[in-house]
């Protein structure tokens, strides 16, 4: 009974309140009704002096009661308003025992698990995704959400870390590749940096041996084990064991049970048999030129078994080359001492002329014959190379936008993305709200200053074909008052807008973009893309953008850069009802980014079944241009002093920047005025620092390759000069582009005209 007492207390001081004064009336009316008219005449005034006597009393009583309760009332509001508008340092004291301190415990309980939770997602925020958190029930709708967003993180950064380490292995395999060692020391390497990368026990390299037509055999080149090398001989016959039946399936094999002694691993602590076993095929199309062999105690990934296929093509590329470089080699040694035979016999010769004239006619015949096909052995040869690096910067190159739209695709799915679209289409559209006319006119003229002095002066630079202010000026509201916030009244110079997270305004939108901009950088600064946005698939509004040109926030259905590539690009992926579609949009002039080359690709962001958004990604041209220029190390691709590879489309314009105008501009432009280029079209070429769209490369090889084909062919370039070409078409979906591998042929032959001026 006391408890009930305890926790009724507020209750019953209410109510003995309200009783007080019904009580004073009962008391008042019983006397009235005890006494006779005449005296209640006599004694009227007593009376009623009695009553309102007790009437100030209970007032008085009331007054404390009230004030207090209401004081406590207040307490309670201004906690709550502090929660709501989060803010968690404000604790509500408790001190009596009834209803309202009921309520203000709950209220301190329900900040105490707010600033947990808050703890929690500040940990996630940091990056610490072993942080602790568990949830008080299993009705906590949001400890559960903030569980799941620490899962889902947790399989992005996996997700990150398998590609970021293929892109890290593919980077070091092109420096181990790149060497110009001979076949055993580039076997061991290629063995060393498997098994090291994989973390492996044992690793081999077996190649085949095919000089002996009757006697073909898998011979082994190198084996590592434990940072030990193994000087071992071994060969194993075509089709014997798993090695030779791999080799003639032409197909991985992965054993996680490998039988008992069939390979032992062996350290200073004694004997051990690895339990993993992968043997993968080294093939260029579907031959096979050898097999790798690596061992394992811990079992092999997805992504590192696809990664050894992967490499594996390049290892039997570089493989072929080398053998073709030893034979090339070996017949130039041979047809050099079969010439410096023949230079002896015919200073003999000489002192016989007489008596063996027809003998000496043979021998030049022979001569004409020898030099004849040394220079068709030496054409082939050349060829043979150029076949090869065309071929390797084919793969490379589609296996890079093959990369570029699982990537895209993969990025649209993470859910701080769909997140990310729909808090910022929300936030877009209520940017102008509250904006006086006053201060439209201040964001007009700060726009308009940014315009004049900085947009206009840039693309003047690139472009002959000038518009007026007016004519690039953003028509919509919202488009002029976020261009104004994060590009005219940033801080940072043009070209670093990206660095502001925040503008000063204290608008949703300022909250929203502080909160994603900085991952959304860091994605693009780790993969190298020009720009990243957001676009909301009913308006074509574009809601982001990290680096901020003067597209951000138009729309890309109605706006100045609807019929761009960029725009076209866009309306496929809004109208598109396939969750998988990705669209690659060609390179185009591009004015938000001063009229420079620019390509795009596309894709929606679903959220759930629901379309929320449309991902876009402005294409990485140093990225692309790095693949193919060898990181501008065309002569240890073998490419030589005049050699390199392009991309071209279907236009015959470059879609990758030329060798000569990274090495020697000067020369370059000259050489193209020469050939009736114009002066306004080599002065772009000269203030861009680029050729793509801008240079055309017109020859019989460039349209067989755009036709489908695959070959080689010796023609003359637009400069009349002789030129040995490797052509292939690209398998990139949505664009028309071939690869050509090109080497002046007076380089290819400079040991042959050597040889024949000795001779």
Known sequence: MAIFLKKRQFQLKSLSLFLIPVFLLLVLLCYLAAR??????????????????????YVILLIPFTKKTRTRILTIGTSIADLAAGKFNNTVTVKEQDEIADIALGINTLKDDLMRKTEFAEEIRKGNLDAAYKPNNADDLLGHSLLKLK??????????????????????FVEVLRSNKNIDALAHDITKSLVNLLNANQGAIFILNDDHSHDKHL???ACYAFNRTKHLTKKVAIGEGLIGQTFLEKETLYLKEVPEDFV?????????????????PLKVNEDVVGIVELASFKPFQEHEIAFVEKIGENIAHTILSFRTNENTKRLLDESHQQAENMRAQEEELRQNQEELQATQEEISRKYNALFKQLAELNYQSKFDQLKSINSTKKRNIEYYFDIIRNQIRTFAENKMVVSAVNDFKKAFAKIHEGISDEKL????????????????????????????VEHYFPEEIRADVLQYLYISNNPHPTGQKSLLNRSEDESEYSKVHAHYHPVMRSFLEKFGYYDIFLIDHITGEMVYSVFKEIDFATSLLTGLYSKTNFGRVVKEAIESTDKNFVKLADFEPYDPSYHTPASFIACPIYDGDEKAGILVFQMPINKINQILTGDANWHDDGLGESGETLMIGSDYKLRSIARELMENKKRYLSGLKKIGYSDSITLQIDKMNTSILLETIKLTSVDKALQGETGTQIEKNKHNIEMLNAFAPLNIPDVHWIILSTMKEEEASMRINDLRKGA
Do not use: C, H
């Not at 992005?156 to 980077?171: C, M």
């Not at 200073?268 to 993968?280: F, H, M, R």
């Open 151 to 172: 899962e889902n993180l947790l399989v992005v950064k996996e997700e990150d870390q398998k590609r970021n380490w293929t892109t890290d292995g593919l980077a070091k």
């Open 36 to 57: 006779s008219p005449e005296k209640l005449a006599s004694e009227r005034f007593p009376a009623v002096t009695i009553f309102l006597a007790l009437l100030v009393l």
């Open 219 to 221: 011979e082994m080149l």
């Open 264 to 280: 032992r691993i062996t350290s200073g602590l004694g004997e051990a048999n690895p339990k993993n076993l992968l043997i993968t």
């Open 441 to 468: 006119a201040t964001i007009k003229d700060s726009l308009r200053e940014y315009y004049a002095n900085e947009f206009i002066p840039r693309i003047k630079d690139n472009t002959d074909q000038l518009e007026r």
